[in-house]
């Protein structure tokens, strides 16, 4: 039986067509219809989810430049084959681009925003940060967030500039053979705290995102970190 590479879509085998559907505010699913075509599928998905006012709230699909609907990200419940992504290389550090930040464990760099306190919408995985950059900037106009999210400014050839991160007086620069540290995925500042996903978070925007959720601390300070990334692995943490 085929299995769908998008969110909210599946295949009807007793018709032959994908279904697709999604989750509403009370826990309903709700069925769209049926498509011949997996992408049209996958969009119809994405209207619906808007239509409900249900943007940032679930997953929706991410559409390129020519308004196609891309896979979801592989992950517990998406296996894809792995491939060799041994020539994607971290470049300088200091260089970041907004809603950008590096995944050590699958080796590529992920595009993601926040249309709203406390929620982030993952975009994709891509080969290089100016990609993933300019992926951040149309999921942004796509949204209709450009007040409220900042976008990465690009040059008069249509790259992303990146901004330099500030070295805090007195800092000492890394030696050359230490790997650099990674970037927290929402305030995008280094961090060593590392989530059992291995995604990177500080300290400060856990307790936000703790918070955010209603979470409130035990005696030890102890709180129950969901990765925002949505990859469905929490991380219990003390806080100092």
């Known amino acids: ?15 032959g067509k994908w279904q697709a559907c999604y989750t509403a505010r009370d826990g309903r699913t709700v069925k769209i219809g049926r498509f011949d075509d997996e992408e049209a599928a996958a969009l119809a998905v994405n209207k619906a989810t808007r239509d409900a006012g249900l943007e940032g709230e679930r997953n929706m699909n991410a ?3 020519a308004g196609k609907p891309l896979p979801k990200p592989p992950g517990r419940f ?14 300088d550090p200091s260089v970041k681009y907004r809603g950008v930040s590096w995944h050590a464990r699958n080796r590529r760099w992920q595009a993601f925003y926040n ?12 080969d290089t940060p100016e990609e993933a950059a300019l992926a951040v900037n149309a999921a942004i106009r796509r949204a209709g967030r450009e007040g409220q999210c900042s976008l990465n400014p690009v040059d008069e050839t249509g790259l992303p500039v990146p901004y330099r991160g500030k070295r805090r007086s007195g800092a ?11 970037n927290c995925m929402i305030c995008l500042e280094p961090t ?9 978070m500080c300290e400060e925007c856990m307790k936000n995102l703790a918070l955010s959720k ?3 601390p035990t005696r030890s300070c102890r709180y129950v970190i969901h990765c925002p990334m949505r990859c469905e692995v929490w991380t219990e943490w003390v806080l100092a």
């Open 1 to 15: 039986m085929p299995s769908s590479q998008f969110w909210g879509v599946s295949w009807d085998s007793s018709k």
């Open 63 to 65: 559409i390129d430049a």
């Open 78 to 91: 998406n296996p894809t084959p792995k491939k060799d992504k041994s020539g994607v290389v971290q470049p």
């Open 115 to 126: 249309p709203s306190p406390g929620v982030t919408a993952f975009i994709n995985f891509f």
């Open 172 to 182: 000492v620069a890394p030696a050359a053979a230490s790997p650099p540290p990674p």
């Open 192 to 200: 060593t705290v590392m989530l059992k996903c291995d995604h990177a």
């Open 214 to 216: 209603n979470q409130h």
